[in-house]
């Protein structure tokens, strides 16, 4: 065995290997960019070397500055984590020419497999099903449209070395892959270094269900169940789950024995995984295509280890160093249920803009299991595993991947694990940019996932008009009313008991009107009872003036909310959503409807940077006409390219930016007359 390995990557999957390798006695070896030099994964580490500056292309890309790292330290063999060079061919050669181990598969099933156009041929050879498509070259954009015409819309354009949602559109129209392809032949070199693009038939209906699959270098291969990943927004995964609530044992069977057979066809070992594109629309379940095999570990590996017990980042040592698998098919089983929300730096309810900046608050919620069942005075849930490599404080850095943490919980149902998701995300302390929290959570609640009923399509069709929070039902409207009387209340009474400064103390009102959208509510807070419109509520709570998040027991049911004061009552985060409650004490409530409204000013005529990113290109110029929907500008933030689109009808008054500046979110690009 290895007494000390090298992790070529950064974040959450370095602190991941680290830990694995910790517990096996092998010592670990961080590199770290600039931006990364006080990062836990830094931190964690037996040793760690600084490797460049903050760009990839500077440091976590370049092989040469990896192996000088091993040469310095003796590490004797490199995990690569996933990205960056975890399915390069020439990282993994070069690393052999060293006598330094790689840990991953054989560099002729990279060759073979990383290689979105290869692989479909070899599959193809080898009798799998592949989906309709175009498997070459393609020249230009005229030669695009040709091809896409011929194949019948909608079809999608992927970069041939792609991977992680990036480089990929989908195009309905001719009109859709001349404004498209372009930017995936940009996105394919920018982040892969290879702008080749293949076009395929778009399956209608598509579920993405991938086979985790784990070989060694004795020729032994297994398949570990398969996960849902149905569930993406631009390509890229939100939702990850295992098993799969639509795949059968039958079904399950044949795509493991397929993926096997392919597998063992290229020679591989270690960790990988064969993913899937399954028609929806086929009630038999046997519509499943061959979609692409990523030659690494998946960010989502973690449900996997949950249902079945086995840690996939030690097996990948264990093989590297020429072990054998000591379990077989039979010894695989499937216990219970996990599910992984991808907890990004995004804000749905600006459209999913990326943001940067810091982490002003960052606390997780902790596993009621491992943990004593509390945190900073917090209640634990059981079943809980957060992966993160991020600490309160630090940055989230346009250079990287917007995923700040995956949060990942296990049940024994999959209504248990997606239960435990809700309460988890209500206890998830996150301040200082946007995220996806309250969007992931009104996910879990969306009838449609409690039904399994998923395809690729689920966001856009769940949610065509953007994210505006889950919808709050009537019960929870009762619950947030209770506890805004109970906290108002609460702070009223310790403003009365401030020492000397009233001359006669002043009790607390006790009657209160809440107001949660156009819905008011009364409640009446007695010492030992709380009524909300006549009716009794049980409400359990500590609340201390100041707490910014309530763990509260109301009608028999645990609640997690995030509390903040506004002048005219409190802001309150929980189940999804964000509810702007107004309390007063009745007897001056009625004076509210006196207050002037303020309207926001119309900036429909200005064309405004959505987040900060590298403005890659500008479509018109002073004088120009421009019609709605058209596309005006495209920025470039997180390695993801956004088209930006005229709001409104006009002509182009002022210019206020050029193609390759950095631009800050909120910043004017143009003006409409």
Same mark, same amino acid.
């Given at each position: 065995?290895?007494?000390?390995? #090298?992790?070529?990557?950064?974040?959450?999957?370095?602190?991941?290997?680290?830990?694995?390798?910790?517990?096996?006695?092998?010592?670990?070896?961080?590199? %770290?960019?600039?931006?990364?030099?006080?990062?836990?994964?830094?931190?964690?580490?037996?040793?760690?070397?600084?490797?460049?500056?903050?760009?990839?292309?500077?440091?976590?890309?370049?092989?040469?500055?990896?192996?000088?790292?091993?040469?310095?330290?003796?590490?004797?063999?490199?995990?690569?984590?996933?990205?960056?060079?975890?399915?390069?061919?020439?990282?993994?050669?070069?690393?052999?020419?060293?006598?330094?181990?790689?840990?991953?598969?054989?560099?002729?099933?990279?060759?073979?497999?990383?290689? !979105?156009?290869?692989?479909?041929?070899?599959?193809?050879?080898?009798?799998?099903?592949?989906?309709?498509? %175009?498997?070459?070259?393609?020249?230009?954009?005229?030669?695009?449209?040709?091809?896409?015409?011929?194949?019948?819309?909608?079809?999608?354009?992927?970069?041939?070395?792609?991977?992680?949602? !990036?480089?990929?559109?989908?195009?309905?129209?001719?009109?859709?892959?001349?404004?498209?392809?372009?930017?995936?032949?940009?996105?394919?070199?920018?982040?892969?270094?290879?702008?080749?693009?293949?076009?395929?038939?778009? /399956?209608?209906?598509?579920?993405?269900?991938?086979?985790?699959?784990?070989?060694?270098?004795?020729?032994?291969?297994?398949?570990?169940?398969?996960?849902?990943?149905?569930?993406?927004?631009?390509?890229?995964?939100?939702?990850?789950?295992?098993?799969?609530?639509?795949?059968?044992?039958?079904?399950?069977?044949?795509?493991?024995?397929?993926?096997?057979? #392919?597998?063992?066809?290229?020679?591989?070992?270690?960790?990988?995984?064969?993913?899937?594109?399954?028609?929806?629309?086929?009630?038999?379940?046997?519509?499943?295509?061959?979609?692409?095999?990523?030659?690494?570990?998946?960010?989502?590996?973690?449900?996997?280890?949950?249902?079945?017990?086995?840690?996939?980042?030690?097996?990948?040592?264990?093989?590297?160093?020429?072990?054998?698998?000591?379990?077989?098919?039979?010894?695989?089983?499937?216990?219970?249920?996990?599910?992984?929300?991808?907890?990004?730096?995004?804000?749905?309810?600006?459209?999913?803009?990326?943001?940067?900046?810091?982490?002003?608050?960052?606390?997780?919620?902790?596993?009621?299991?491992?943990?004593?069942?509390?945190?900073?005075?917090?209640?634990?849930?059981?079943?809980?595993?957060?992966?993160?490599?991020?600490?309160?404080?630090?940055?989230?850095?346009?250079? %990287?991947?917007?995923?700040?943490?995956?949060?990942?919980?296990?049940?024994?149902?999959?209504?248990?694990?997606?239960?435990?998701?809700?309460?988890?995300?209500?206890?998830?302390?996150?301040?200082?940019?946007?995220?996806?929290?309250?969007?992931?959570?009104?996910?879990?609640?969306?009838?449609?996932?409690?039904?399994?009923?998923?395809?690729?399509?689920?966001?856009?069709?769940?949610?065509?008009?953007?994210?505006?929070?889950?919808?709050?039902?009537?019960?929870?409207?009762?619950?947030?009313?209770?506890?805004?009387?109970?906290?108002?209340?609460?702070?009223?009474?310790?403003?009365?008991?401030?020492?000397?400064?009233?001359?006669?103390?002043?009790?607390?009102?006790?009657?209160?009107?809440?107001?949660?959208?156009?819905?008011?509510?009364?409640?009446?807070?007695?010492?030992?009872?709380?009524?909300?419109?006549?009716?009794?509520?049980?409400?359990?709570?500590?609340?201390?003036?100041?707490?910014?998040?309530?763990?509260?027991?109301?009608?028999?049911?645990?609640?997690?909310?995030?509390?903040?004061?506004?002048?005219?009552?409190?802001?309150?985060?929980?189940?999804?959503?964000?509810?702007?409650?107004?309390?007063?004490?009745?007897?001056?409530?009625?004076?509210?409807?006196?207050?002037?409204?303020? /309207?926001?000013?119309?900036?429909?005529?200005?064309?405004?940077?959505?987040?900060?990113?590298?403005?890659?290109?500008?479509?018109?110029?002073?004088?120009?006409?421009?019609?709605?929907?058209?596309?005006?500008?495209?920025?470039?933030?997180?390695?993801?390219?956004?088209?930006?689109?005229?709001?409104?009808?006009?002509?182009?008054?002022?210019?206020?930016?050029?193609?390759?500046?950095?631009?800050?979110?909120?910043?004017?690009?143009?003006?409409?007359?």
């Amino acid at each position: 065995m290895f007494k000390k390995i #090298l992790i070529a990557n950064r974040g959450e999957i370095a602190c991941r290997v680290i830990k694995t390798a910790r517990r096996m006695g092998i010592q670990t070896v961080a590199v %770290y960019s600039d931006a990364d030099a006080r990062a836990p994964f830094v931190q964690m580490a037996d040793e760690a070397v600084h490797i460049g500056p903050a760009p990839a292309a500077q440091s976590y890309l370049i092989a040469d500055k990896i192996i000088a790292a091993c040469k310095q330290t003796g590490a004797e063999a490199v995990h690569p984590g996933y990205g960056f060079l975890s399915e390069r061919t020439s990282f993994a050669e070069a690393l052999a020419a060293e006598g330094i181990e790689f840990i991953g598969p054989p560099v002729n099933a990279i060759a073979a497999m990383g290689d !979105k156009i290869e692989s479909k041929k070899l599959a193809k050879e080898a009798g799998v099903n592949v989906v309709p498509g %175009y498997v070459g070259e393609i020249d230009d954009t005229e030669h695009a449209v040709r091809i896409s015409n011929e194949i019948g819309y909608p079809v999608m354009m992927k970069a041939s070395a792609g991977g992680g949602g !990036k480089g990929m559109r989908l195009a309905y129209s001719e009109k859709d892959v001349r404004e498209g392809f372009e930017s995936v032949k940009r996105e394919g070199l920018n982040s892969f270094g290879d702008d080749r693009v293949f076009i395929e038939k778009f /399956i209608l209906n598509p579920r993405h269900i991938e086979i985790q699959i784990l070989g060694d270098k004795h020729g032994n291969v297994l398949y570990l169940n398969e996960r849902e990943c149905s569930i993406q927004r631009r390509h890229q995964k939100v939702v990850e789950e295992a098993p799969s609530p639509f795949v059968t044992d039958k079904m399950r069977k044949a795509m493991g024995e397929q993926c096997v057979a #392919l597998s063992k066809a290229v020679g591989y070992y270690s960790a990988g995984t064969v993913e899937l594109i399954v028609s929806g629309a086929d009630p038999t379940g046997e519509s499943f295509y061959f979609l692409e095999m990523n030659t690494r570990l998946q960010v989502e590996h973690p449900v996997t280890e949950c249902i079945t017990g086995v840690d996939l980042v030690e097996q990948m040592i264990r093989v590297a160093a020429g072990e054998k698998l000591e379990m077989t098919q039979d010894d695989v089983k499937i216990d219970g249920w996990a599910i992984e929300n991808r907890v990004y730096a995004e804000d749905p309810y600006r459209g999913f803009l990326p943001s940067t900046g810091r982490l002003v608050r960052y606390q997780p919620p902790v596993d009621g299991w491992t943990d004593d069942g509390a945190a900073n005075g917090r209640r634990g849930i059981d079943g809980v595993r957060v992966d993160d490599g991020v600490y309160e404080g630090g940055e989230v850095s346009m250079f %990287y991947d917007p995923m700040i943490a995956k949060l990942i919980t296990w049940g024994e149902t999959r209504d248990e694990a997606a239960d435990k998701q809700i309460a988890a995300l209500d206890a998830f302390e996150l301040e200082g940019l946007g995220h996806n929290i309250d969007f992931v959570s009104a996910i879990m609640q969306h009838p449609r996932f409690r039904s399994g009923e998923l395809t690729t399509g689920f966001i856009a069709e769940e949610y065509p008009e953007g994210f505006h929070g889950a919808p709050a039902s009537d019960e929870l409207k009762v619950k947030l009313a209770s506890v805004a009387g109970f906290v108002a209340a609460a702070r009223a009474d310790r403003a009365r008991r401030v020492d000397g400064q009233l001359a006669t103390p002043l009790d607390p009102p006790a009657e209160w009107t809440v107001t949660i959208g156009k819905e008011a509510f009364e409640v009446v807070i007695d010492e030992d009872m709380v009524t909300v419109n006549g009716a009794e509520v049980e409400l359990e709570l500590e609340y201390t003036p100041g707490d910014r998040f309530i763990d509260a027991e109301v009608d028999g049911e645990d609640i997690t909310i995030k509390v903040e004061p506004t002048r005219t009552g409190f802001k309150m985060t929980t189940r999804g959503a964000i509810h702007q409650i107004t309390c007063l004490p009745t007897s001056i409530a009625a004076l509210s409807k006196h207050m002037i409204e303020k /309207i926001p000013p119309d900036l429909s005529r200005f064309l405004i940077c959505p987040m900060p990113g590298l403005l890659v290109s500008l479509n018109v110029s002073e004088g120009d006409k421009v019609e709605i929907g058209q596309p005006l500008a495209v920025v470039e933030a997180m390695k993801m390219e956004n088209i930006l689109r005229a709001e409104k009808a006009g002509t182009v008054k002022s210019v206020s930016a050029k193609a390759g500046e950095s631009l800050a979110v909120d910043a004017i690009i143009l003006e409409l007359e």
